[in-house]
């Protein structure tokens, strides 16, 4: 099942590809993360976002996505989004199931389970320390990683949970 707006991954990638070729510029030097750094990169992209001290939020394909620094010196990015639906504690065989093939087989993202007043919710992170600071390439690919790998683990979260 194809969800409304899907196509996104597509594009970026798209975009990513053609951005920088054929010129010949001087390496960018690695600056600071800051928030505004991260909302700019989501407002290139046209994406729908909203900014709170210390963290911006927006939905993609349905699934709620965080961007947060994190650290002492706010030199970690992570992009933490959590599935759009939730389970009753009785599918955890099910849920665990799909959440440790994703782990085993994948390095991004870091998947995980939550389980609160007998609902299960299900977490992916993709986190990477820039302590010396990023390029902007490295925050768009960050970005993309985090998006990308994220939306399609949930994609197949939703296609296992609905087979058993």
Same mark, same amino acid.
């Given at each position: 099942m194809t969800r409304p707006?899907?196509?996104w991954v597509t594009r970026v990638r798209r975009a990513a590809r053609g951005r920088g070729a054929g010129r010949a510029e001087?390496?960018?030097?690695?600056?600071?993360?800051?928030?505004e750094r991260v909302a700019a990169e989501l407002a290139r992209r046209g994406y729908h976002f909203r900014t709170?001290?210390?963290q911006i939020t927006?939905?993609?394909?349905?699934h709620r996505v965080w961007f947060r620094l994190l650290g002492?010196? $706010?030199e970690i990015l992570q992009v933490r989004g959590r599935w759009g639906d939730d389970l009753p504690a009785e599918r955890r065989t099910v849920?665990?199931?799909a959440v440790n093939d994703? $782990?085993?087989?994948?390095?991004?993202?870091r998947a995980h389970v939550e389980e609160s007043d007998d609902r299960l919710t299900v977490w992916a992170e993709v986190s990477v320390d820039y302590e010396q600071?990023?390029?902007s390439l490295q925050l768009e690919q960050t970005v993309t990683c985090g998006l990308a790998s994220s939306i399609a683990f949930f994609e197949s979260v939703d296609g296992l949970v609905a087979l058993g």
């Open positions: 707006g899907a196509g001087p390496p960018e030097r690695p600056t600071p993360l800051t928030t709170s001290p210390g927006g939905t993609w394909d349905g002492d010196e $706010n849920l665990l199931r994703w $782990n085993r087989d994948r390095r991004w993202p600071g990023a390029t």
